[in-house]
């Protein structure tokens, strides 16, 4: 194993996660678990049950001042003007040219306090350009050091929370919050998640990290709770047909190239990006991000080369084993002419084409 | 752990002789460094295979890693129920996990891989330096 140039960071979570026998990684500059038991067995809990995940090394930004909101629908692309105080929002922060800073969630404490969500490894560069932009009445505070981020994700996730606060977590909407008490300690807790489950993500003060996450894994023992890592996590968001940063995303992508077009607003106001946007609306895109599952025996994964007819045509974002579904899957952008259902494609494993056809995503919806 | 009647290579393969027939898999350590196994890609009956050479493939949830034959030789049978049951290179890597028999072309090369001991000591220098 090679040794890392720089130092790893660690969450508040980092000495429970080795203690309680997680398999850590570097991720994106984080020592972060990957697995605790499996993934299989994680992805099925989260599945069947519940699972808990420490996902504090996803960054905070927090964005004040009366003219908060003007600054935080200048700088994304989904409209803020539609959020109302509670209410969390799926958008993307994007470069002039109509590329990806990072995706993030916008949730709306009041009409002059912001709450940002950003990608673990895009938190620095994030602040920059969101500070970079701010010609309003507003302040932009990279908060991620204030934030523990616990995800906890299953159709039991609402029973076993519930058990640890007095909220009605019944009554919060998906993608909607409330700042209330989880296991004695203030916390946001949202109705949102990265797994295609039903589930809460929570914020709160990283002194008691583990106290919280203890308390978790208690109150959803008797639901079959799991700790799960990073592993799992992928795995969920694959299913689910979740866009992640630097796969289906990056700066060289745009929200209509990856099928995102729902989170672009271009008759919202000026925005950054908007002009490329639109201009790429007019004229069409050329590559589009489809779905895939294997045919032939073999697993796409992130990268491989993907060939229409024998000749280079595009490449997997994500790809990799369904354990839901039992099949093999993955997101791949292709031009957008042939980024039809029921495309032929192949996929080059260790440079052999084997088959595989789009398919609809996401590729799991759960049942209710 | 390391059963004494396998040798062992620094790629994390085994190797148990019967014979001139050489039984072939990867080692616990292997598996747990893999996490969940579900694919396995073996060479074909009749193929030959060159010691510390590519012979085939396993892919977890997270990654496709080769594996490199312990011996050189011809594959004389392939662990069929790998295809349907990856899962048992987890559950049992010295055991039903087995991968591969191979008639050795050059039985002068098992004594160059590892005994149990040795393979033991690799195994806690490679963890020592994670």
Excluded at chain 1, 63 to 73: E, S
Excluded at chain 2, 11 to 40: C, F, M, N, P
């Amino acid at each position: 194993m090679t040794q890392p140039t720089a130092p790893l960071k660690a969450t508040a979570l980092h000495s429970t996660h080795r203690r309680m026998g997680a398999k850590m990684v570097d991720f994106g500059g984080w020592e972060m678990p990957l697995q605790y038991s499996g993934i299989l067995e994680e992805h099925a809990a989260v599945r069947s049950a519940a699972g808990l995940f420490d996902v504090s090394h996803m960054g905070e930004i927090e964005i004040h001042g009366p003219q908060a909101g003007a600054l935080a629908d200048y700088v994304t692309t989904n409209s803020i003007a539609k959020l109302q105080p509670g209410q969390a929002q799926y958008s993307g922060l994007l470069y002039d040219h109509g590329g990806f800073v990072d995706d993030i969630l916008v949730h709306k404490i009041a009409n002059d306090h912001y709450f940002l969500c950003v990608n673990a490894s895009n938190q620095e560069k994030d602040y920059q350009h969101i500070a970079g932009a701010n010609r309003f009445t507003a302040s932009v505070d990279l908060a991620s050091d204030r934030y523990t981020q616990l995800a906890i994700q299953g159709p039991r996730a609402l029973a076993t929370l519930q058990k640890l606060t007095a909220t009605d977590l019944a009554a919060i909407r998906y993608y909607h919050f409330v700042d209330g008490v989880a296991a004695g300690a203030p916390a946001r807790i949202a109705r949102t998640g990265y797994t295609g489950e039903d589930g809460f993500e929570i914020y709160f003060a990283p002194e008691h990290s583990e106290r919280i996450w203890n308390a978790i894994l208690d109150a959803g023992q008797q639901y079959g709770i799991k700790p799960c890592g990073l592993g799992a996590r992928n795995t969920l968001r694959l299913e689910a047909g979740m866009a992640l940063y630097g796969h289906e995303i990056h700066s060289t992508i745009t929200p209509f190239e990856a099928g995102l077009g729902w989170i672009v607003k271009l008759d919202k106001g000026e925005f950054i990006g908007r002009a490329a946007l639109a201009r790429q609306k007019e004229q069409r895109v050329t590559r589009k991000l489809i779905g895939f599952e294997m045919t032939g025996r073999g697993i796409g994964r992130d990268d491989y080369e993907v060939f229409l007819n024998g000749a280079p045509a595009g490449w997997v974002s994500s790809g990799g084993p369904s354990p839901t579904l039992k099949k093999n899957i993955g997101m791949c952008y292709l031009p957008a002419d042939r980024a039809k259902m029921g495309q032929r494609i192949q996929i080059v494993i260790r440079n052999q084409p084997v088959d595989a056809v789009t398919i609809p995503m996401p590729f799991y919806k759960r049942a209710n | 752990m390391y059963p004494g009647d396998l040798h062992y290579t620094k790629q994390h393969e085994w190797v148990r002789l019967s014979g001139d027939v050489g039984v072939v898999g990867i080692t616990d350590y292997a598996q747990k460094e893999l996490g969940d196994i579900v694919y396995v890609d073996l060479p074909h009956v009749g193929a030959k295979v060159e010691q510390a050479k590519v012979m085939g493939s396993v892919e977890s949830v997270k990654a496709v890693s080769d594996i490199y034959s312990p011996v050189s030789g011809e594959v004389t049978e392939i662990n069929e129920a790998l295809a349907t049951a990856p899962e048992k290179l987890n559950e049992s890597p010295h055991g039903d996990g087995w991968m591969v028999k191979i008639r050795l072309s050059a039985p002068a090369e098992i004594p160059g891989l590892l005994s149990a001991a040795d393979y033991e000591k690799y195994v806690a220098e490679e963890e020592a330096g994670h």
